[in-house]
């Protein structure tokens, strides 16, 4: 049982069944935050490392976390800290999981009282983590990373005509409804969500990156550019993240080549990794500017740092970011980036300081570029600007806001606001609760 105040406002009740620890969030006493979500380390996206940061932050702080993930090749064992689910390669995209929310681990659950449920992602494990939070009355948070419109074209087994359906009654209206908060990196993604009719509260906070204080060591930038064959007298751009339909990147190709035109010694790094790499390969080869193109595939993270510290600028084209943390890693080291004026990028890119928002076309986007290649007194003044906005999206400040955002969601549910009994229906009753928590047949899966 837990303390609350009284309606006159004055002393305090218990309510039954609310866990007394989450009484003292307010006198700001060490949380216990368990984290849902279906893609972790060593796998290499955004939502990953914004979990990865997120977390690091909040235990810096004194607080404790669970991670509950997929298990995976490569990956470390179960720990205190990381919980690891059996998973399996998903069909048509090979590099993301399929997980068994299935865990005798799940039986230990109850006993560490957690404080707070931290869903990232509305699939497997974080319908899991919904459950675990209806079913032992945590307040639960969810942030929408991804706008998944943009990638129902990898479920070809979902009509076409169904898809925008999908996304918005079940990844993103029915899932964002049964949370007591949900955080959004962008105010046009919360202004998206609100077309979707969801009704919970909502809190935009991007996430966090690391700030650099000081430059990338000039033997590693030497190095790196050797590594690829990358000379002094080259310009060079690049482009980081995912390659996939949804990032824009045969745009940033044809844009490319009108750079070309102008700028002959400029090359271009595409450093990720994807469905659509080899098409994208081809596609190069085909107009002509494979020669120019340098296709690294994944690269740790602070190979990534190190990659930005090495070249000019940032040619980042997606229309679909919810937030664009490999630009705001970019922007940190001083680089500036030249984006088109749209989705998550907006909010970064604020009133053109640290680079260019461009027109959805390749000529006024080639334009931005080439002006940012050819004239020193813009790229240096871009350049400036450029850590100065990243300083604004550092990983401590929103660590602080999404604690705020905690405890709101504890509040909320000290009054009584739960996960809507409509939602439910079919889906946290009767063979489903069996399934993840109760039958003893399962307790020998890991």
Avoid at 78 to 92: A, G, H, L, N, Y
Avoid at 329 to 349: F, R, T, W, Y
Wanted: hydrophobic share 35%; aromatic share 12%.
């Amino acid at each position: 049982m837990s303390p609350q105040k009284t309606e006159s406002g004055s002393g305090f009740s218990f309510v039954p069944g609310i866990h007394k620890s989450r009484f003292y969030i307010y006198y700001n006493i060490d949380m216990k935050i368990a984290i849902f979500t279906d893609t972790c380390y060593p796998q290499i996206n955004g939502v990953v490392t914004s979990t990865q940061t997120l977390a690091a932050k909040l235990e810096d702080m004194g607080h404790t976390v669970l991670i509950v993930g997929p298990k995976m090749k490569g990956a470390e064992e179960s720990t205190d800290k990381i919980w690891r689910f059996r998973s399996v390669v998903f069909p048509f995209q090979k590099e993301h999981r399929m997980v068994s929310p299935v865990s005798r681990k799940l039986k230990q659950f109850k006993e560490l009282n957690f404080d707070v449920i931290h869903v990232q992602t509305p699939i497997f494990l974080g319908h899991l983590g919904q459950y675990m939070s209806w079913y032992h009355r945590i307040p639960l948070v969810h942030t929408y990373h991804t706008f998944w419109a943009e990638y129902l074209h990898y479920f070809p087994v979902l009509p076409k005509r169904l898809r925008v359906h999908a996304d918005m009654l079940v990844l993103s209206r029915n899932f964002c409804n049964r949370c007591q908060h949900v955080i959004v990196p962008s105010s046009q993604m919360k202004d998206k969500l609100l077309e979707y009719e969801i009704s919970t509260p909502m809190s935009v906070i991007p996430t966090g990156v690391e700030i650099y204080k000081s430059e990338i060591d000039e033997i590693k930038k030497e190095k790196f550019r050797k590594q690829y064959k990358i000379t002094k007298d080259h310009k060079t751009c690049i482009f980081v993240g995912r390659l996939g339909l949804e990032k824009n990147i045969y745009f940033l190709l044809d844009s490319f080549k009108m750079v070309l035109e102008k700028i002959n010694d400029v090359k271009l790094l595409i450093i990720g990794d994807g469905p659509e790499k080899d098409l994208m390969k081809k596609y190069a080869e085909k107009t002509g500017i494979s020669n120019n193109i340098i296709f690294t595939g994944y690269m740790d993270h602070q190979d990534v740092f190190t990659a930005y510290a090495s070249v000019d600028v940032i040619t980042f084209p997606s229309k679909t970011e919810t937030q664009g943390l490999s630009l705001l890693e970019g922007l940190s080291l001083g680089k500036p980036a030249v984006c088109i004026n749209a989705m998550g990028v907006k909010d970064i890119i604020k009133n053109e300081k640290g680079g260019y928002l461009t027109q959805d076309n390749v000529i006024d986007y080639s334009r931005k570029v080439i002006l940012l290649l050819q004239d020193p007194e813009i790229y240096q003044q871009k350049s400036m600007e450029a850590r100065g906005t990243a300083e604004l999206f550092s990983a401590d400040s929103m660590a602080e806001k999404t604690l705020e955002v905690y405890k709101k969601a504890i509040a909320l549910r000290k009054e009584g606001n739960t996960i809507r009994k409509l939602s439910l229906s079919g889906f946290f009753k009767g063979p489903f609760a069996k399934f993840f928590i109760s039958r003893s047949k399962y307790e020998d899966i890991d």
